[in-house]
């Protein structure tokens, strides 16, 4: 249901843009977005969008650097990413959510009830 592309290696401070088609998920006010996971380490929410209005929510060693957005017509969640840090490096899977949940202030607003499989980002410094 969830199909993601457009991973790839990039030196420091290169761009990549992340593509995620999405199908037989029903929209109705919930959020898609973006996690990832580098090796050793738990899996972090990066950036997540409303399907309801397109409100945006970011992890904070992302923001400024990272966009997300969604193509309605096409069916498709994006994200562009710049200055790309070593740090950055991580499997990132795209994810949506089944319903609308209530998330505490500051965390970001996704569960992750559907997946993508993951797509490989290496920064190399």
């Known amino acids: 249901q969830l199909q993601a592309s457009g991973g790839g290696l990039v030196q420091t401070g290169g761009s990549l843009r992340l593509s995620c088609t999405v199908s037989?998920?029903?929209?109705?006010?919930?959020?898609i977005g973006w996690f990832r996971q580098a090796p050793g380490k738990r899996r972090e929410g990066v950036a997540c969008i409303s399907s309801r209005d397109s409100t945006t929510y970011y992890e904070d060693s992302v923001k400024g650097r990272f966009t997300i957005s969604r193509d309605v017509a096409k069916n498709t969640v994006n994200l562009q990413m710049n200055s790309l840090k070593p740090e950055d490096t991580a499997v990132y899977y795209c994810?949506?959510?089944?319903?609308?949940?209530?998330?505490?202030?500051?965390?970001?607003?996704?569960?992750?009830?559907?997946w993508g499989q993951g797509t490989q980002v290496t920064v190399s410094g």
């Open positions: 994810a949506a959510d089944r319903v609308r949940r209530k998330f505490p202030s500051g965390e970001l607003p996704i569960f992750g009830d559907y």
């Open positions: 037989g998920v029903t929209f109705d006010g919930q959020y």
